[in-house]
């Protein structure tokens, strides 16, 4: 790291709050990565059919409609 910029105490305590905040900010894409592959492991495995989707989405008045 280069030289702290910022003057006095108050300088070295914002200089660490930043440091920390980057290196969280530098984790999240795996967090975020890892919570995708969570939320696609708690999906059904097999995709339904399309008149299964349709019935679970419109009723029979909607679709007599479009």
Do not use: H
């Not at 995708?36 to 009723?59: D, H, I, N, V, Y």
């Amino acid at each position: 790291m280069d030289r702290n910029y910022l003057a006095g105490e108050q300088g070295d305590a914002v200089n660490a709050i930043l440091a920390a905040a980057g290196y969280n900010s530098s984790l999240l894409p795996n967090w975020f990565g890892q919570l995708l592959w969570l939320l696609l492991a708690a999906l059904p495995s097999g995709p339904k059919s399309l008149e299964a989707c349709r019935a679970s989405l419109f009723t029979d008045d909607q679709i007599g409609r479009a």
